[in-house]
Each structure stands twice: as structure tokens, then as C-alpha cells.
């Protein structure tokens, strides 16, 4: 769990490197970093689908359910 | 060296050695072919950018049309100046009006409809703009567009000249008009992406875009010194066009390289060997 948490702390950074003060704002209006369901795949796809589109937690969990995207893994 | 430093190293060092052989040298003939060579290359980095960019987008990604727009964009820069440079040196005969003005124009619908697809994707919160810096960026941007309009429309128009001609170099000046506008927009499409690689993209961007569009003034200002060729009017606009080029190409392989790199840090992450690029 903790080593998922920390995945998750660097994902969210990562994201935030790339996106900026959108991203962070997206990521903290709402939401708990331990409910977010993102993951390297997840990240790695979304990372391609500009995820900089997302506004709000709503428009980014809508995002990460078009890909189908909670836990899984990245093969 | 890592890809970053290495495009860094490639376009500031295309850069300088144009700026000896603009500044430093004096006209020759293998020193004008060099010229046109620069500016030629500068032209073919900024479109191999825009090729490495879209290989790492791949076709499917949101944003991959807006690159395919800006490097098809840049590709008829390419090829106008090409042509340009064989009516001009090889030729030796006047490129304007010529086939290159017609690649020249087509480029500035494809910038506009990239620039305004991208900050129409981006879903830009104008309502959040203070009023002050609405005024600002409207205020600039007028005043750039009586600048364009005057030099290159009012002053475009030669009662000397056929239609065809006239209509020509009227539609440059049209085409930077309505490049202004976008141009300008990507400050604020900067500014929603503040504190991200991203935000340093569109700008560097916006400082091509602006660059190319001073260039484009000082022709209308100074044809005829362009024209005569190893004058310091046309020295000044080339240099200026391929600094333009140059900050166009470092954008364009910036989206490729960021991304890259932050998709090679997310596959570390979870420790395992980079085997594909794109799903």
C-alpha cells in the first residue's frame, strides 16, 4: 500500500511536470491522493490523450473511466 | 548528452553559424549559397521536429493533428523557400509573384487552424482573466494589427502592380493579421498550463510566431533593400526569420522529447524495460 501510494505521489508530480498548475489543480479540487485511481498505464496512455483537457476531478474521473483505468497494471 | 541538451546545442549552434555568415562574412557567392542554405536548414529542422513529434504522439493521441497541422505548416514554409531560392540564385530571375507565394500562403491557415484547435481543446478560462489583462492582450493585439495592416496591406497595394500581384502581397498581410490574433492567444494558453513543460512550449511558440511576423513587416517596409540583396535590411530579416525557425524547431521537438521522457519515467516507476512507445 505504501509503495502504491508513493507510485501515486509520483505519477501526480510527474503529471503536474508536464501540465503545470492545471493538473495540480485538477488533482486537488476534490479529491484524496489515496482514492486516485492512477497508475503507470494509466498515466502512460494519458500522458498521449493530453490529459491537460481536464478541469475539475469530475471532467478528470471522467477521463480516466474512458480508458477504462483503475488498477491495472502496465504490461 | 541527453536529447533535450543535444537539440538545445543543434539549433542554437544552426543560429550562430548564420549569424557569421550573415554578419561576419562579406557577399560571395559561396557565402550567399550559404546563406540560403541556412535558411533552408533552419527550415528542415523546424519540419524534422515536427516529423520526431508526431512519432511520438502517434496518430491517435489528442494532439497529434494539432502537430501534423504545424509541421504540414511548416513543411510549405520549406518548400516556398525552396522554391524562392531557386527562382532567386539558381534562376536568377525575380520569385515573387511565383509558385513559392502560393506554399508561402497556404502555411497560414494550417498555423491558425492548429493554434486556435489547440486553445479550443485546452477549454481556456477567459472568464478568469482579470479585466486589466483582457484589455492588455486586446489592446496588443490591435495595435500589432494596425502595424501589419498599414505596412503589410495599406502599403502592400502598388497601383503599378497587376491584380494577381497586388492580391499576393495583400494576403500575406491579411494571413499575419490573423496570425496576430492567434499568436497572442498563446500567451493565455501558456498561462493555463503555467508551471508545466507545456507552458514553456507555447511559449517559445508564441516568440517564433511574433518573430516571423516582425520579419514579415520589415519585408513590406524594406522590399526593395531585400531585393538588392547583401544590404543590412536583408541581412537583419533573414536573421531574424531563421531565429524564428530555429525557436520553432526547439518547439517542435520539445513536445516529442517531454513527453518521452516523462513516459520513460513513468515506465522506471515500475521497473521495467521501455518496449513499446505508443499503444
Given at each position: 500500500m505504501d509503495h502504491d501510494k508513493a507510485i501515486r505521489k509520483e505519477v501526480i508530480e510527474l503529471l503536474s511536470h508536464y501540465f503545470g498548475d492545471r493538473i495540480r489543480t485538477a488533482f486537488s479540487d476534490g479529491y484524496r491522493e489515496e482514492t486516485l485511481p492512477i497508475y503507470v498505464h494509466t498515466a502512460y496512455l494519458l500522458l498521449n490523450e493530453q490529459i491537460g483537457t481536464a478541469k475539475s476531478h469530475k471532467e478528470l474521473d471522467h477521463i480516466l473511466q474512458k480508458h477504462s483505468m483503475t488498477s491495472l497494471d502496465y504490461e | 548528452m541527453n536529447n533535450q541538451r543535444l537539440t538545445i546545442g543543434v539549433c542554437a549552434g544552426l543560429f550562430i553559424v548564420s549569424l557569421g555568415l550573415y554578419w561576419l562574412f562579406p557577399q560571395n557567392e559561396m557565402i550567399e549559397l550559404l546563406r540560403y542554405a541556412s535558411i533552408l536548414s533552419s527550415l528542415l529542422l523546424a519540419f524534422s521536429g515536427g516529423l520526431y513529434s508526431i512519432d511520438k504522439y502517434?496518430?491517435?493521441?489528442?494532439k497529434s493533428l494539432t502537430l501534423i497541422l504545424l509541421t504540414i505548416g511548416i513543411g510549405c514554409f520549406l518548400i516556398g523557400e525552396t522554391l524562392w531560392t531557386y527562382y532567386e540564385y539558381l534562376m536568377n530571375t525575380d520569385p515573387f509573384p511565383s509558385l513559392a507565394d502560393v506554399f508561402y500562403l497556404a502555411a497560414y491557415p494550417l498555423f491558425f487552424w492548429a493554434l486556435f484547435r489547440e486553445i479550443n481543446l485546452t477549454k481556456v478560462s477567459w472568464h478568469t482573466l482579470s479585466r486589466s489583462l483582457k484589455f492588455l492582450l486586446i489592446t496588443i493585439s490591435a495595435l500589432f494589427m494596425v502595424v501589419v495592416c498599414y505596412f503589410g496591406v495599406y502599403l502592400a497595394y502598388s497601383p503599378y502592380e497587376t491584380v494577381l500581384t497586388n492580391m499576393i502581397a495583400i494576403s500575406y498581410g491579411m494571413g499575419d493579421v490573423a496570425l496576430i490574433v492567434a499568436t497572442i492567444a498563446l500567451l493565455v494558453l501558456a498561462w493555463e498550463f503555467r508551471g508545466g513543460a507545456l507552458a514553456r512550449i507555447w511559449m517559445m511558440f508564441f516568440f517564433s510566431f511574433m518573430l516571423n511576423l516582425l520579419a514579415d513587416v520589415l519585408f513590406a517596409i524594406f522590399t526593395d533593400a531585400y531585393n538588392a540583396q547583401g544590404t543590412f535590411q536583408r541581412n537583419l530579416i533573414d536573421t531574424v526569420w531563421i531565429l524564428s525557425y530555429v525557436l520553432f524547431a526547439h518547439a517542435m521537438f520539445s513536445f516529442g522529447l517531454s513527453i518521452e521522457a516523462a513516459q520513460q519515467q513513468l515506465l522506471k516507476l515500475k521497473g521495467k524495460p521501455h518496449k513499446s512507445r505508443k499503444k
Open positions: - | 502517434g496518430f491517435n493521441s489528442t
